[in-house]
């Protein structure tokens, strides 16, 4: 068998449910020869010597292609890691949900067989990038494969925000936040906030008040080259904060704007030739049962 791919990175969630998997995904890939890399995270659950071990920083300068073991927590951790390198990424799914993690690990050596021997679906993703400006400076900056979220923070009060797209004034709001999602997060904590799913293929961006204080301030999808500016309009100094996915930017201050637009780096995703975008929708959300 000719495979396409050389030199292997493994990626997991640090965990004693992940070492079956490992073990197996290990030994599969050593016995055709391949190159294999491993997260230093994950070198506990492999129950044998490891030639290579690195930390996941480091991945992406010695690997063309990554595999994460675990949900989509552990995929999305991954993917904005290593979406500078342009190192492609097939996603086993341990978790629940597993919208971005589409093998099981009983299909995994049949589908492993078929992607490394180049038969796969291969679909790119666009990241948003969230800038903190305070006093012209950038403070914190972060990208986010699901969404960005500027939410209330130890307050029992409503924050006032005021967003603009391209310059241009859209909306003020009291509310507890407002997330701001790529088509990949419409799925997540936006599909909660009662917004629309966007196909993974659709060049947008869709905002979605967090409990508006008016009921008329609805989701809105916006081309995904627009550029976000986000700002507070209250008086008294608050506790908000920013989340990128799972990682927290907490102590914004009012004075503080919130840039956002899509990232230059998309991550490249490798699907098994099955893949159907619908087919996991009505599994994972239960539909036509």
Same mark, same amino acid.
């Given at each position: 068998?000719?495979?396409?791919?050389?030199?292997?990175?493994?990626?997991?969630?640090?965990?004693?449910?992940?070492?079956?998997?490992?073990?197996?995904?290990?030994?599969?890939?050593?016995?055709?020869?391949?190159?294999?890399?491993?997260?230093?995270?994950?070198?506990?659950?492999?129950?044998?010597?490891?030639?290579?071990?690195?930390?996941?920083?480091?991945?992406?300068?010695?690997?063309?292609?990554?595999?994460?073991?675990?949900?989509?927590?552990?995929?999305?951790?991954?993917?904005?890691?290593?979406?500078?390198?342009?190192?492609?990424?097939?996603?086993?799914?341990?978790?629940?949900?597993?919208?971005?993690?589409?093998?099981?690990?009983?299909?995994?050596?049949?589908?492993?067989?078929? %992607?490394?021997?180049?038969?796969? !679906?291969?679909?790119?993703?666009?990241? #948003? &990038?969230?800038?903190?400006?305070? +006093?012209?400076?950038?403070?914190?900056?972060?990208?986010?494969?699901?969404?960005?979220?500027?939410?209330?923070?130890?307050?029992?009060?409503?924050?006032?925000?005021?967003?603009?797209?391209?310059?241009?004034?859209?909306?003020?709001?009291?509310?507890?936040?407002?997330?701001?999602?790529?088509?990949?997060?419409?799925?997540?904590?936006?599909?909660?906030?009662?917004?629309?799913?966007?196909?993974?293929?659709?060049?947008?961006?869709?905002?979605?008040?967090?409990?508006?204080?008016?009921?008329?301030?609805?989701?809105?999808?916006?081309?995904?080259?627009?550029?976000?500016?986000?700002?507070?309009?209250?008086?008294?100094?608050?506790?908000?904060?920013?989340?990128?996915?799972?990682?927290?930017?907490?102590?914004?201050? %009012?004075?503080?704007?919130?840039? !956002?637009?899509?990232?230059?780096?998309? #991550? &490249?995703?490798?699907?098994?030739? +099955?893949?159907?975008?619908?087919?996991?929708?009505?599994?994972?959300?239960?539909?036509?049962?």
């Amino acid at each position: 068998m000719t495979f396409h791919f050389r030199t292997i990175g493994l990626i997991g969630k640090p965990g004693a449910a992940i070492a079956e998997t490992l073990s197996i995904l290990y030994s599969y890939l050593t016995e055709h020869q391949l190159r294999v890399v491993v997260e230093a995270g994950c070198t506990p659950f492999i129950n044998r010597p490891l030639p290579e071990v690195c930390h996941i920083s480091e991945l992406g300068k010695r690997c063309d292609l990554a595999i994460t073991v675990g949900g989509d927590g552990t995929f999305l951790s991954a993917a904005r890691t290593l979406a500078r390198y342009d190192v492609p990424l097939i996603g086993v799914n341990l978790g629940r949900l597993g919208f971005l993690v589409d093998i099981s690990p009983a299909e995994l050596i049949v589908k492993l067989d078929e %992607i490394l021997s180049g038969h796969y !679906i291969s679909e790119k993703r666009y990241l #948003i &990038r969230a800038r903190i400006m305070r +006093d012209e400076q950038i403070i914190h900056e972060q990208t986010a494969v699901n969404e960005v979220v500027v939410h209330r923070w130890i307050t029992p009060s409503m924050i006032e925000i005021v967003t603009s797209i391209n310059g241009v004034f859209l909306n003020s709001q009291r509310s507890d936040g407002l997330i701001i999602s790529t088509p990949t997060g419409s799925t997540a904590y936006a599909l909660s906030g009662g917004g629309p799913i966007l196909h993974p293929s659709l060049k947008a961006i869709v905002l979605v008040p967090i409990n508006p204080h008016t009921l008329t301030n609805r989701p809105i999808v916006i081309d995904d080259d627009s550029k976000l500016e986000i700002a507070f309009s209250q008086k008294e100094q608050i506790k908000a904060q920013i989340t990128c996915d799972d990682i927290s930017i907490p102590d914004v201050l %009012i004075s503080d704007r919130i840039q !956002i637009q899509k990232d230059p780096n998309p #991550i &490249r995703i490798l699907h098994p030739t +099955d893949y159907d975008f619908f087919d996991i929708l009505r599994v994972k959300l239960n539909w036509s049962s």
